[in-house]
């Protein structure tokens, strides 16, 4: 018998193409937004040369910290002096600004973990106005760090989040259209207001992007040659109390330091430059030695953390900002602590060489006694 059906006749309801033609709207619409978002969106340059991995080539030496670092410690320059010093090591820069300590252990994990050639040395410094308060955590890093799974989940068990932010964070940093909401109201909102005042930003942000590459800077981020004028410097306003409730953010660090240990890395914790008219303050000076004491509790015993005690008051004509060294300034800073881990490790190595050396004599003394 004849069937009545045929292909031919069949059609794909209306509601299915519908969907259809959304579903693909909506992936072309994502993929779009990732390709310009270099171009509209510096939190994203920040932050997608390291969810990209372009870095995974790796080094012996890892930079971490927030902006300063960021933009004050030079890779190249850093294995230039330290050739000098007849060490040959591979640095790179992952400081990115605001960050805080859960961000300095996910990076040195991640870094651990995915990079070809694993670091064996940290250097890291840890701005005391950053050890409390989540401003610059949620406009930045659970804006458009993609965690992985393991990241979210860690992120709940350390109440560092609760469990549906960190869920609602990994989801949004892979959904363009949700992670760029904010930033596109924002661009269409200035272009609509002043869309001459549009320009230098996207400019600025196109520069961030050429000058960031690690091909190129190896991570680190040029502040330029301009300097900072000493009325530019006002009063400090600093007190202490910042980490007031925040006190998952040294168990972060007590964690990172004690991973880092088990593998045997080396962490070179320092203290950062400052304007020399800030020389002399004591309500100041009380500020940076409280926070630097916080950071020492509990960790000043592990043999493989090196905290550089040495406080730095330079000339205006090192600083793009009070808080930021210039190309300069970051210059003087890199071949400062090459030269101090230089000579932490030229030390450690002789002490190795002499255990060795120990150990080598009393075997022979008991060989000679055996006979």
């Not at 989940?153 to 560092?160: E, G, N, Q, V």
């Not at 996207?202 to 300097?227: A, C, N, V």
């Amino acid at each position: 018998m004849a069937s009545n059906l045929s292909i031919s006749s069949f059609k794909i309801p209306r509601s299915v193409t519908c969907l259809a033609l959304s579903i693909g709207t909506f992936i072309v619409l994502n993929w779009a937004l990732l390709k310009v978002a270099p171009f509209f969106d510096s939190n994203f340059v920040l932050l997608e040369g390291v969810n990209d991995e372009s870095w995974d080539a790796g080094g012996d030496v890892l930079f971490l910290g927030d902006s300063r670092g960021h933009q004050g410690l030079i890779p190249r320059e850093f294995e230039d002096r330290m050739e000098q010093h007849g060490i040959e090591m591979d640095a790179m820069n992952l400081s990115r600004p605001g960050m805080q300590t859960p961000f300095t252990y996910y990076f040195s994990k991640r870094a651990l973990k995915s990079a070809k050639k694993k670091p064996k040395i940290v250097v890291v410094n840890f701005s005391f106005y950053l050890l409390g308060g989540q401003d610059w955590m949620r406009d930045i890093y659970w804006a458009y760090y993609r965690p992985s799974l393991r990241e979210s989940y860690h992120a709940t068990i350390m109440r560092l989040l609760p469990w549906n932010e960190s869920a609602e964070w990994y989801v949004r940093t892979r959904i363009p259209a949700w992670m760029f909401r904010k930033r596109v109201n924002n661009i269409v909102k200035a272009a609509l207001d002043d869309p001459r005042a549009l320009r230098p930003e996207l400019t600025g942000i196109y520069t961030q992007q050429e000058l960031s590459g690690f091909e190129i800077s190896k991570g680190y981020y040029s502040r330029g040659f301009d300097h900072i004028s000493p009325a530019e410097i006002g009063p400090h306003g600093y007190t202490t109390g910042f980490e007031k409730g925040y006190s998952v953010y040294f168990e972060y660090l007590n964690l990172m330091l004690e991973e880092l240990a088990a593998r045997d890395v080396q962490v070179y914790i320092y203290r950062f430059p400052w304007p020399e008219q800030r020389e002399n303050d004591a309500s100041f000076e009380e500020v940076l030695d409280h926070y630097w004491e916080k950071l020492k509790e509990g960790n000043e015993s592990i043999a493989s953390v090196h905290f550089l005690d040495e406080v730095y008051y330079w000339p205006i004509e090192n600083f793009a900002d009070p808080l930021h060294l210039n190309h300069p300034g970051a210059i003087k800073l890199t071949r400062i602590l090459a030269d101090k881990v230089a000579e932490s490790s030229e030390k450690m190595l002789a002490e190795k060489q002499l255990k060795k050396n120990v150990a080598k004599t009393a075997s022979l003394d008991r060989q000679l006694e055996s006979r």
